[in-house]
């Protein structure tokens, strides 16, 4: 009896292989879109708060949902929610009392100490997170159009040899940081990479400058969604570039 069973599962094992075998197997991400029990429990972007203090959450300018499949709205929801609260709230706290309480975000990574971790990670940590968010959105993606595009026909040679520089930089980048699209000191585009919660406006950038587009590579921003795989991650990116908004940032970064 048990052999006929193991010639019958042999049997079935052929048959399945046998008509797969004209057929291109490829991998799939599937991201579902929560049920409405999942958004009710996770709540809603507008009702997440700092504690009181100097800086305030950046308003999420979308639902959690809004960038799914690319980043699924658990992605989101935990990094808004809580990664980038914590950042916001412990800036606050290391903050009070000091000179630099009452100074705009940029002024603060700009005379910041960097022997002072608290502020250094938090400060940077409070920034990345607000440009991240402001670089994305809903149906979004394709290319820039106008002046962003002509610089970046300018300085990289084409679109596709731009994104293919940007890929490659965030694939690149051992362990956790950002990629950026930054403004040079000298009106150029340039891309370039910080660790951890670094970015180009810290005296410590080895490209400083005015970031208009950044990509966060720590591992909560993709891991949820596609685990080691921090290319499918990357270029799940591109589907949800906001240009309007990073065309935007260009033309405030050289009227300066």
């Known amino acids: ?18 008509s797969c075998n004209n057929k291109k197997l490829t991998e799939v991400v599937d991201v579902p879109l ?3 029990q ?4 996770m709540g809603l972007p507008e009702d ?18 809004a960038l799914a499949p690319n980043i699924s709205a658990a992605t989101i929801e935990m990094h ?5 609260l914590t950042y916001t709230n412990n800036l606050n706290r290391a903050l009070a009392g000091t000179p630099l309480e009452n100074l705009t975000i940029e002024e603060v990574l700009a005379k910041l100490d960097l022997n002072d971790a608290s502020i250094r990670n938090n400060a940077g940590g409070y920034y990345n997170h607000s440009l991240y968010w402001q670089c994305m959105a809903p149906k979004a993606g394709g290319q820039p159009k106008d002046v962003l ?10 679109f596709e040899d731009f994104t293919s520089l940007f890929k490659n930089e965030s694939v ?15 009106g150029e585009l340039q891309i370039t990479s910080t660790q951890n919660q670094d970015n180009p406006l810290m005296v410590n950038a080895l490209i400083q400058g005015k970031p208009i ?5 720590w591992e909560h921003a993709y891991y949820l969604d596609y685990q080691y795989k921090r290319k499918n991650y990357v270029d799940a990116f591109f589907n949800v570039i906001n240009w309007n908004k990073v065309s935007e940032n260009y033309d405030a970064a050289i009227k300066k």
Do not use: C
Request: aromatic share 12%; hydrophobic share 50%.
């Open 48 to 65: 997440v708060k700092a504690n009181e203090g100097s800086f305030q959450l950046e308003k999420l300018p979308y639902s959690y949902d």
């Open 38 to 41: 999942e958004k009710l429990a």
């Open 149 to 158: 595009a002509d610089a970046i026909i300018k300085k990289f040679g084409s």
């Open 213 to 217: 587009l950044a990509l966060d590579i």
């Open 80 to 84: 808004y929610s809580k990664h980038y």
């Open 34 to 36: 929560p049920t409405v």
């Open 172 to 186: 690149k980048l051992f362990g956790s940081g950002w990629v950026w699209l930054v403004v040079d000191r000298a």
């Open 1 to 18: 009896m048990k052999k006929n069973i193991f010639l019958l599962s042999n049997l079935l094992l052929v048959s399945l292989l046998l």
